[in-house]
């Protein structure tokens, strides 16, 4: 499920409906393109939500304890990354 079978499907759709001139007894091209860009859309809406899901599960924070070796103070230090890691 990626972005861009959603919009894939989408153009597709577009193309039946707009582009295709073609008549079938029984079958209407514009009815199947429109069911198509309908599913794109769909797909694609699905396709953002796990994306964005998969951003905040990655987001993690991590806590970086140091010690000044002058006051003997420990310095708590809390990082959070909210971007995605870069592999």
Do not use: C, K
Request: no cysteine; hydrophobic share 55%.
């Amino acid at each position: 499920m990626t972005i861009a079978g959603g919009i894939v499907l989408i153009m597709l759709g577009a193309i039946f409906t707009w582009a295709v001139e073609f008549d079938l007894a029984g079958f209407d091209i514009n009815v199947l393109g429109v069911i198509l860009m309908l599913g794109g859309l769909v797909w694609l809406l699905f396709a953002l939500y796990r994306l964005n899901a998969a951003r905040r599960a990655l987001a993690s924070s991590t806590t970086v304890v140091t010690e000044d070796p002058l006051t003997h103070q420990r310095v708590y230090e809390e990082r959070r990354y909210d971007d995605p890691p870069v592999v």
